[in-house]
């Protein structure tokens, strides 16, 4: 999308928006790690030199692997790696059989079977569907408790203060048996700090992002920038303040800890200049994925970006912008794909049969990335010397009867049995999601975990949450 020169121009426009503009940032002690390295703090404005930002990313690293309580699922974030992860945060969520809700404990652990039970999720976002039903304040604790128990894949911190990140932190390293220190040296969880643009980080977010950097975790700084409403309407403007943003983040977590796993986060798209509404899937969204990858691979950077709709139901609408969101983030060269199966509704919905649609998606998407292979054995030249000469494919004995008895006159029966076809074939893609995810919730088997480690980890939420209570963070 973009070429050298426009790389560079949106480069030098987002250092002077630091330098000159500066960013709100409402923790005393991320302003004092600015101050020190030499940044202007005039109030809860901090404005931030060329040499801060450069220095900062002498030190980041251009890839990092994630290891979950399964070591076989490890992820490498960085390179040409891929990793797709579950839907995160909707208050609401949608199934075809039981409609629309509010968020609660038990859909969230299907989700989570879901998520451990299909290839093509590798990483639990943050709280896929909030258990509305549980105090907010310690929530957390029993969602990152479904995650180590009915899944063994690396999952999501949520960042909102210190207290929630050193949780998920702490509890990782429990279902690993691990120490703190030995997690800072192999990182298991992510966060994602959302800068509430334009140019402002809050308290919360601002220690969440340097607890997680001083335990060494991995932390995705992702301005949330929709053109229209927190950025100008122009790509090219939306696209230097979300560079600025992330740089500014980026560069926080090196303060904090140099070497710290970070990742350059995107989630630039464009309002319905109308109604106001997000816009998902639109041409900028995509541009915007692709473009802000070009800005990843300038810093050397993994790169994060979101495959997101904004359809109310599982229809024509929610594939179609899915799949321009989706190709946005592949052409991208997208590390961490999040938001990659269940999103619905502009992120108000996690939907059961979009999940499973978005897993179809996500196979193709893993299919469509395994280079080709160009062996002997995979040109196969005795194969095609075995080639029927008689005629096409489908004229071939073989074939024709092969497919006439398997395919065609069940089909032919069922045209003549309009209820039969209905039941074999007329369903529609959504009504067919439905039979998968049940059968997919049939078939789950929970992961083992051992009997010492699943106490161990009862008791840290137990003793965590009466602490809560108590007043601690």
């Known amino acids: 999308m973009l070429d050298p020169e426009g790389v560079e121009r949106i480069h030098d426009a987002s250092i002077r928006v630091l330098e000159e503009l500066g960013v709100e940032l409402w923790c005393p002690e991320?302003?004092?790690r600015f101050a020190n390295a030499g940044a202007i703090v005039e109030g809860e404005t901090v404005r931030v030199g060329r040499d801060i930002i450069e220095h900062a990313l002498t030190t980041t690293p251009a890839s990092f692997t994630l290891t979950s309580?399964?070591?076989?699922?490890?992820?490498?974030?960085g390179g040409n790696h891929v990793a797709f992860g579950l839907v995160a945060g909707p208050p609401s969520v949608h199934d075809?059989?039981?409609g629309r809700r509010s968020s609660n404990m038990d859909d969230y652990e299907n989700f989570i079977r879901l998520a451990h039970y299909f290839n093509a999720i590798h990483i639990i976002g943050n709280q896929v569907a909030s258990p509305l039903e549980l105090p907010a304040n310690n929530r957390h604790l029993d969602a990152y408790r479904a995650n180590l128990t009915l899944s063994d894949l690396s999952f999501h911190c949520l960042s909102i203060g210190r207290g929630r990140a050193l949780d998920g932190?702490?509890?990782?390293?429990?279902?690993?048996?691990?120490t703190l220190e030995e997690m800072a040296a192999s990182p298991g969880v992510t966060t994602i700090i959302n800068v509430n643009s334009p140019r402002r980080f809050d308290e919360e977010m601002a220690k969440g992002l340097m607890t997680m950097a001083e335990h060494g975790q991995a932390v995705s700084v992702t301005p949330f920038t929709l053109m229209g409403a927190m950025t100008p309407v122009t790509l090219g403007a939306a696209l230097t303040q979300q560079n600025a943003e992330a740089l500014f983040g980026i560069a926080l977590t090196q303060l904090t800890r140099p070497g710290a796993p970070v990742m350059y986060g995107s989630f630039t798209s464009n309002v319905d200049m109308k109604s106001g509404s997000p816009a998902f899937g639109t041409p900028e969204h995509a541009k915007a994925n692709?473009?802000?990858?070009?800005?990843?691979?300038?810093?050397?950077?993994?790169?994060?970006?979101s495959n997101s709709s904004a359809s109310n139901t599982v229809d024509a609408q929610a594939a179609y912008e899915t799949q321009m969101s989706l190709w946005g983030c592949v052409l991208g060269g997208t590390n961490l794909i999040y938001h990659a199966a269940g999103w619905m509704e502009g992120g108000l919905q996690a939907?059961?049969?979009k999940l499973v649609?978005?897993?179809e998606m996500l196979q193709h998407m893993m299919e469509f990335l395994t280079p080709i292979d160009l062996s002997d054995e995979a040109l196969a030249f005795d194969a095609m010397s075995r080639v029927p000469t008689g005629g096409h494919f489908f004229g071939d004995e073989h074939t024709m009867t092969r497919y006439t008895?398997?395919?065609?006159?069940?089909?032919?029966s069922d045209w003549q049995n309009h209820g039969a076809w209905l039941e074999s074939g007329g369903r529609t893609a959504t009504q067919r999601a439905t039979k998968v995810w049940q059968d997919a919730l049939e078939d789950y088997v929970e992961p083992e975990l051992s009997a010492d480690r699943r106490d161990a980890l009862d008791e840290y939420v137990a003793k965590r949450k009466e602490a809560i209570g108590d007043g601690e963070p």
């Open 30 to 32: 991320a302003r004092q």
């Open 69 to 77: 309580r399964n070591e076989a699922k490890q992820l490498t974030m």
């Open 96 to 98: 075809e059989v039981n």
């Open 169 to 178: 932190i702490e509890m990782m390293a429990i279902s690993r048996g691990i």
């Open 290 to 305: 692709v473009a802000s990858g070009q800005l990843a691979r300038r810093y050397n950077l993994p790169y994060r970006a």
């Open 351 to 353: 939907s059961y049969e």
């Open 357 to 359: 649609l978005d897993v």
């Open 405 to 412: 008895d398997a395919f065609y006159s069940p089909m032919i």
